[in-house]
């Protein structure tokens, strides 16, 4: 069985640009999650699917940030524009119930 | 606000030793508790978790963790470590009674395992 897949596995931007990073869960999982590591520091929650629906966007930093899973299948995060502080290593996972969540690899981004 | 500490940022150990990597969280509400590890560019492993039932749960690899909840902890241990082990672990926390698929994650402990 796949696991969670993350693309592209790194990408280097200038401050104002757009990057768009894609998520393809486990097969038949509903749920889906977003987090983000920035410099170091601890793994944030940014946001959860449940299908093709956002249950829980706290976490999302701000509007520069769009989240869309259309058909409840894969997602993707926008960054437009992005900026400096946006660098960081952006996870996805999937689940089926919610009590154990499996990471992709990441993306590693970098906005110069 | 919620938070998980992860009180060493780095544990330097020589092979065939024992090895505990600490976590702590701030609530003592119906938690969720889960270990992860990071090996070098792949991404988060899932090595074990607690819902409910003992304390002591055991994991993949030969780790096991200890649920006290008096001192809200979530100890990670292993009698014997071996080179393969190196690798940052990840502790994380959700919350029952709120939004439990929402993670709290320490800010990890990088296991540096010498020969």
């Known amino acids: 069985e796949a696991g969670v897949t993350q693309f592209p596995s790194h990408s280097v931007i200038e401050k104002g640009q757009t990057v768009t990073l894609r998520c393809d869960p486990i097969s038949g999982h509903d749920n889906l999650y977003w987090y983000r590591r920035v410099m170091g520091k601890e793994i944030k929650f940014l946001l959860h699917?449940?299908?093709?629906?956002?249950?829980?966007e706290s976490g999302m930093p701000n509007n520069r940030f769009l989240a869309e899973r259309t058909g409840g299948t894969y997602s993707t995060l926008k960054v437009q524009p992005a900026e400096l502080e946006d660098s960081g290593v952006y996870f996805c996972?999937?689940?089926?119930?919610?009590?154990?969540?499996?990471f992709g690899p990441g993306t590693r981004l970098l906005v110069l | 606000a919620q938070s998980v500490t992860q009180l060493d940022s780095q544990v330097p150990v020589f092979e065939e030793a024992p090895v505990e990597l600490r976590c702590n969280y701030s609530s003592s509400v119906s938690v969720y508790l889960f270990w992860y590890v990071q090996y070098p560019n792949q991404g988060l492993q899932l090595l074990l978790k607690y819902l409910s039932g003992s304390t002591l749960v055991k994991g993949i690899n030969g780790f096991e963790a200890e649920f006290n909840k008096s001192q809200t902890s979530f100890h990670l241990r292993k009698p014997s470590v071996h080179i393969s082990d190196t690798a940052e672990y990840f502790c994380?926390?959700?919350?029952?009674?709120?939004?439990?698929?929402?993670?709290?994650f320490g800010s990890g402990t990088k296991l540096n395992v010498k020969p």
């Open positions: 994380a926390v959700s919350y029952a009674t709120y939004n439990f698929n929402k993670f709290y």
């Open positions: 996972a999937s689940s089926q119930d919610g009590q154990g969540q499996y």
């Open positions: 699917f449940v299908k093709e629906s956002k249950q829980d």
